[in-house]
């Protein structure tokens, strides 16, 4: 079945450092989406990305979906304490999404 | 007003008792679903909803039973709780079938003892 891989697992950054995570899909997608979900919260939308080669831009985040439709990133400019929390992809192929395993971000000030 | 609400916030239960677990959305959307997530942060889907019928349904124990009254509520009820089931259940919902994005509600934190 369609599978959804995310890396790293954790990332410990410094604020004002940089934060990239990265995801891959066994599959060609439909649309990728990418949620954040705060310590103790739950996942909240960020963006979706549907055409190939896309760049999408949020403040200081910044989400690209691969040529193929099989990968995606998303990365953090100057990270803030508010960053912190777990960053999920979440691929679509047919009616089903699949989560990846997600990414904990820790900022430490 | 909350778009996707869930109750109870916390259970606490002893292992071999039934419980359930109630979600309301007023979106408006056509589909909901229902997530287990882990200790890990491991998100799994259980079940999807849409108009009322279901239409996911991953490898669940049939000790979980969804039951959706009508398209705004989906509940989730759970026969001879086993430690294994201790986790967050989110309830979610979105706007169509084949428009995925999730709005998620607060989650309820299951512990089984």
């Known amino acids: 079945g369609q599978q959804v891989m995310q890396i790293p697992q954790y990332q410990h950054v410094q604020e004002g450092e940089d934060f990239t995570t990265y995801c891959n899909s066994s599959t060609t997608l439909s649309n990728i989406q990418w949620y954040k979900q705060r310590p103790g919260g739950h996942p909240v939308f960020l963006i979706q990305?549907?055409?190939?080669?896309e760049v999408k831009k949020q403040k200081r985040l910044t989400f690209q979906f691969g040529e193929a439709k099989k990968n995606s990133s998303l990365h953090i400019t100057a990270t803030q304490t508010t960053d912190v929390g777990t960053y999920f992809c979440a691929g679509q192929n047919g009616n089903k999404l699949v989560f990846g395993a997600g990414t904990i971000l820790r900022v430490k000030s | 007003d909350t778009a996707v609400s869930q109750t109870p916030k916390y259970l606490v239960t002893q292992m071999g008792n039934d419980k359930s677990i109630k979600c309301e959305q007023n979106l408006g959307h056509d589909t909901m679903y229902w997530y287990k997530q882990d200790s890990k942060k491991f998100l799994k889907i259980m079940f999807s909803y849409n108009n009322k019928e279901l239409i996911i349904n991953e490898t669940v124990p049939n000790r979980f039973s969804p039951k959706s009254p009508d398209k705004a509520h989906l509940n989730l009820h759970i026969n001879s709780l086993e430690l294994g089931d201790s986790a967050v259940y989110f309830c979610?919902?979105?706007?169509?079938?084949?428009?995925?994005?999730?709005?998620f509600g607060p989650g309820t934190r299951l512990l089984v003892l």
């Open positions: 979610a919902s979105s706007p169509f079938l084949y428009q995925e994005t999730q709005y």
């Open positions: 990305l549907v055409k190939s080669g």
